[in-house]
């Protein structure tokens, strides 16, 4: 399983960001995908997770702000980004959910994410 992020970098305060995530070695139509966050002394946090079928759930702290899709075709997942706030800085991590969906079983390398003030 191989999963590639792409599009972190630095944005200011109010701007937006997108993140893409690729993958093979999965059957993605079926597999239920992720984005978590890490930043520096925290926990790793699960922001935002799409099922197969397209239902999405977001953490309190992103909601209404972010938004998580998927392109079965392309074997991608997304997450756009909107009016960040310097909080929201951290590595972005993909991750892939096993079928019942009760564990992560792969990672992406993680890709930066710096919002300024």
């Known amino acids: 399983v191989q999963l590639v992020e792409s599009g972190g970098g630095l944005a200011q305060a109010g701007e937006a960001l997108r993140l893409s995530c690729a993958a093979s070695?999965?059957?993605?139509?079926?597999?239920?995908m992720g984005w978590h966050r890490q930043s520096p002394g925290t926990q790793r946090e699960l922001v935002a997770r799409?099922?197969?079928?397209?239902?999405?759930t977001y953490s309190d702290s992103v909601q209404g702000r972010f938004t998580i899709s998927r392109d079965n075709a392309k074997n991608t997942v997304y997450l756009q980004m909107n009016s960040l706030k310097p909080e929201d800085t951290a590595v972005y991590y993909c991750?892939?959910?096993?079928?019942?969906?009760?564990?992560?079983?792969?990672w992406g390398q993680g890709t930066q994410v710096t919002v300024s003030s």
């Open positions: 991750a892939a959910q096993n079928f019942a969906g009760n564990y992560w079983h792969s």
């Open positions: 070695g999965i059957i993605f139509n079926v597999t239920p």
């Open positions: 799409i099922t197969s079928g397209g239902i999405t």
